[in-house]
């Protein structure tokens, strides 16, 4: 259950420490996480080990956040004990949930009685599958394919019949937000399997489905024209300018997809969504801030951006470019060295990129998250000054904490910026 009363839930991803970190500070209210082996974006990003399951929970009910750690891949008997310690170590952790797929996972954390999330790899498309997994589930996450007519004829159905789960509340029904999307029937793809022998469903995915690809006709030879080569790449889906519609199909928690992404990706996404559902919550959503929001989310890592299936659009949204459509990117500058807490200052090395006042710089670290920030001063190597180079010692007052293993960087705007 969300922490904001009758608002939607905003579920933030967590591939490392600097990105929870930068989930909490800008408002989640749940983040979801892997630990090593077993979840979807387990060769993705840089997943957490069972040791850092007592600091996730420590952070995050430090902020009134729930926990949901992803078990959510394909199991097979070899995998079984691993799946009984992870879970074990996550109910003695205090981990909220467990968000899975494979029987044997779900039937594991009923044991000892961890809160169950259905992963949108089982497939629910109807009011009678959401019946039969809220025998063991307290949220479900549907089908990506479903419109929101779709959605809301289950959630009307839901309410109408009163259908709870183990914990004895309403089946609380979960959707995709925001984040890449792929060709894959919800996540379920044996492209990188059979080209790669790396198994999407394992976590493995080799995004071979994001490359260029050229169609031959076998029989003449004859190359079809196409219009764009990425026929199998679809542009990120974006739901904030129609996130009153998102809500009035009765959602209860909205993810954020982005577990291999930068820590700069999820504090930004999810302060545009906490604005924005925020914003829906005292009636203050609007057109103006939908524009103002867009500007924001072009910022970061995208592919583009279109609404999915949500609104009953016909599937074509693919990417034109490979990679990502961003208007900015950081460029590593150099390392923390030090902070001085009674004059709030940070001191850092310079040691790839110069930096002058006015520019925006970028400071990530575990427990510093993601903090974007303009230089007003600076002092160089002792001296107040306008421009650092590399090799300089920079000092730059700030609002936050700062450790010697946070990194700097400069923010730059792309080919991709509207002149």
């Given at each position: ?217 076998q029989e003449t030879g004859f190359e079809m024209e196409l219009d764009n080569e990425y026929i199998m790449s679809p542009k990120d889906l974006c739901t ?180």
């Open positions: 259950m969300n922490n904001r009363g009758n608002t939607i839930e905003l579920m933030a991803p967590a591939g490392n420490f600097e990105s929870l970190q930068a989930a909490l500070d800008n408002g989640c209210d749940s983040i979801y996480f892997g630990v090593e082996q077993l979840n979807m974006r387990a060769r993705a990003s840089i997943n957490f080990t069972l040791d850092n399951l007592s600091e996730i929970s420590k952070r995050c009910k430090e902020k009134g956040v729930r926990t949901y750690l992803t078990l959510n891949t394909i199991i097979y008997d070899h995998d079984l004990t691993i799946v009984k310690t992870l879970i074990n170590k996550a109910k003695e952790a205090g981990i909220t949930a467990v968000i899975a797929m494979d029987q044997a996972v779900i039937a594991t954390a009923k044991e000892v009685g961890m809160e169950i999330h259905i992963s949108t790899q089982i497939n629910v498309t109807n009011f009678e599958t959401l019946k039969f997994y809220a025998m063991f589930a307290d949220t479900i996450v549907l089908s990506r394919e479903l419109s929101l007519r779709q959605v809301k004829s289950i959630t009307n159905q839901i309410e109408k019949e009163q259908i709870k789960g183990p914990k004895g509340r309403l089946i609380e029904i979960e959707i995709f937000g925001h984040g890449a999307l792929c060709m894959a029937v919800s996540g379920k793809c044996y492209m990188s399997l059979h080209s790669y022998n790396s198994s999407a469903n394992r976590g493995a995915c080799k995004q071979n489905c994001r490359k260029k690809y050229t169609v031959i006709d904030i300018d129609f996130l009153d519609q998102v809500a009035d199909a009765g959602i209860k928690v909205l993810k954020i997809e982005g577990r291999g992404r930068a820590p700069e990706y999820v504090a930004k996404v999810i302060k545009c969504y906490r604005d924005a559902i925020d914003s829906l919550s005292n009636g203050t959503y609007n057109k103006k801030k939908v524009i103002d929001w867009m500007l924001e989310l072009e910022k970061v890592y995208n592919r583009g951006f279109w609404n999915g299936y949500y609104l009953g659009q016909k599937l074509g949204e693919w990417s034109k470019e490979s990679g990502s459509h961003a208007t900015q990117k950081k460029v590593f500058v150099g390392k923390g060295v030090h902070y001085f807490p009674k004059s709030n200052i940070g001191e850092f090395k310079i040691e790839a990129y110069d930096i002058a006042v006015g520019d925006t710089i970028l400071i990530t670290g575990p427990t510093t998250g993601a903090q974007e920030m303009k230089i007003k001063e600076m002092y160089i190597n002792d001296v107040k000054g306008d421009k650092a180079l590399k090799g300089d010692s920079v000092t730059i007052p700030l609002k936050f904490r700062i450790r010697p293993s946070d990194k700097i960087y400069k923010i730059v705007v792309t080919e991709f910026a509207k002149a």
